[in-house]
């Protein structure tokens, strides 16, 4: 045998070797690129999901952490709760599970472009997964012919999910696929309460901007307690100092919920009810997006919730409080009704003097350094014109409302006699042409004012007021 015929084996055993090799590294690549592929699945998803031109399918996306992990959570009520949905003209306000349609739903309030059609997608949190639907847009029927206005967008809630934690909502036109670099807000009313409530009554203020009236804001504070409420939810913009002190001694009191309300940071808000009485692009600061916002945000806390303004009052005429109305409406109307209470105007810009037979009863003499109207020194109202109206209604039976009417509810409205309770309106003359003679004298006000005196003295006292201007 040659020593060529001897080492012709070699070669062979090498090239073996080296297949074996090659094929034990490609195996081990492609089942490491197989593990990366699927450990990457949510990723592959959102992709798909985004790029895809048809109607997207509900599903959940598993491994996800809690809170939809890196999302930023937005705590409604605080500074900054309102979020812009990018590419496209909506701001988002605040999210609600909703109980009562036929099918689980989460309502975002939101204040969009009316005339621009949007496609929204929600993305929910639930049990540590990411599900996604298409959101529905329902405008508020009530704008104020304002380019801008009040809707809720409804998300459709897998059946597989209970009780949805945090919710966000994306355009169509957004093509970003970092879902998760949203702004998540919270989902409030997870669970349906209709038996036992913190509050029993609750009024809604919206909306208040620049505002300076401090004496007739105690006032009707200490008037709304007398009546039987136990909070005052204020959505607030901008106030003077000296109210801020105010607002931050019924705060500290528990009586009042301030929720910042900057909707003038993201639009043109109008300081008027109609375009041509303020510039703007939306109505008077948001109030219709506020009330709504006020209504799901009690509606499982307070019985009965009063939408009303800050220089409005709603009196009985027949009982001192509203917890003894309430049940005289109920019999007399109907249970569950949106009650409507007339408008009544009581001008602050006259003075006049109370008939012969009746006497004002004494004030403080260091109200009149406080800065505000003084309700009690303005007893004639202008003769009643029906038109707007507020209302006190069962929060659980209302799914939208305008300013002066509910406008979806599961049970009707009605407007209650005069003679029962009306609403006091202390605020610019509105029939400017009329005589002080054409005016009506009512003293109702005044069956609440050794009472009323007393505790308004006691809060400026409190909130430093009457030690500060009794030393000027």
């Not at 074996?20 to 690549?29: G, K």
């Not at 998803?45 to 996800?64: D, G, I, R, V």
């Not at 900054?80 to 689980?104: C, D, F, M, P, W």
């Amino acid at each position: 045998m040659s020593v060529n015929d001897h080492h012709q084996p070699s070669p062979p055993k090498k090239f073996r070797l080296l297949m074996y090799v090659i094929v034990v590294v490609s195996i081990l690549f492609l089942t490491l690129l197989l593990w990366i592929y699927r450990s990457d699945e949510s990723f592959q998803s959102w992709t798909q999901y985004y790029k895809a031109t048809t109607k997207p399918q509900m599903t959940a996306q598993p491994k996800l952490p809690p809170q939809c992990g890196t999302g930023q959570i937005v705590s409604q009520g605080q500074k900054g709760s309102l979020v812009a949905v990018k590419k496209s003209k909506t701001l988002l306000i605040s999210a609600y599970q909703e109980h009562r349609t036929a099918n689980n739903e989460v309502r975002v309030i939101s204040v969009v472009l009316r005339d621009k059609e949007e496609t929204y997608f929600c993305h929910i949190c639930c049990q540590k997964h990411l599900y996604f639907s298409e959101g529905v847009s329902n405008l508020n029927s009530h704008h104020f012919w304002f380019k801008y206005g009040a809707a809720d967008i409804m998300c459709p809630v897998p059946s597989g999910c209970e009780t949805p934690s945090h919710i966000a909502v994306t355009s169509a036109a957004d093509d970003s696929e970092d879902i998760l670099d949203n702004e998540f807000f919270e989902v409030k009313n997870q669970e349906a309460n209709s038996v036992i409530f913190p509050y029993n009554f609750t009024v809604c203020l919206s909306t208040m901007f620049d505002f300076t009236n401090v004496l007739q804001l105690v006032q009707s504070l200490e008037m709304m307690q007398l009546l039987g409420v136990d909070r005052v939810a204020i959505y607030k913009t901008s106030c003077s100092p000296e109210t801020q002190r105010i607002l931050d001694y019924y705060t500290h009191k528990g009586l009042v919920e301030v929720i910042p309300w900057s909707l003038s940071r993201f639009l043109n808000v109008s300081r008027g009810w109609l375009p041509q009485h303020g510039p703007g692009d939306l109505h008077y600061f948001g109030q219709i997006a506020a009330l709504n916002d006020c209504v799901y945000r009690y509606m499982y806390q307070s019985r009965y919730v009063a939408l009303q303004d800050i220089d409005e009052l709603i009196l009985p005429q027949t009982v001192d409080s509203w917890t003894a109305l309430l049940p005289l409406l109920e019999n007399k109307y109907g249970a569950d009704l949106c009650y409507l209470f007339e408008n009544n105007v009581f001008p602050n810009t006259m003075k006049l003097p109370p008939p012969t037979s009746q006497t004002l009863p004494q004030q403080s003499p260091s109200w009149q350094n406080v800065p505000g109207v003084n309700i009690l020194a303005h007893l004639y109202q202008e003769p009643p014109l029906y038109g707007n109206t507020k209302i006190i209604v069962n929060p659980r039976t209302v799914f939208s409302t305008a300013v002066h009417k509910v406008l979806s509810s599961q049970k009707g409205c009605t407007l209650v006699d005069r003679n029962i309770a009306r609403m006091y309106h202390t605020r610019a003359a509105i029939q400017t042409e009329l005589k002080p003679d054409q005016l009506i004298y009512d003293d109702r006000l005044l069956s609440y004012s050794t009472r009323l005196i007393q505790t308004v003295n006691t809060v400026l006292k409190e909130s430093g007021f009457l030690q500060e201007n009794s030393m000027q």
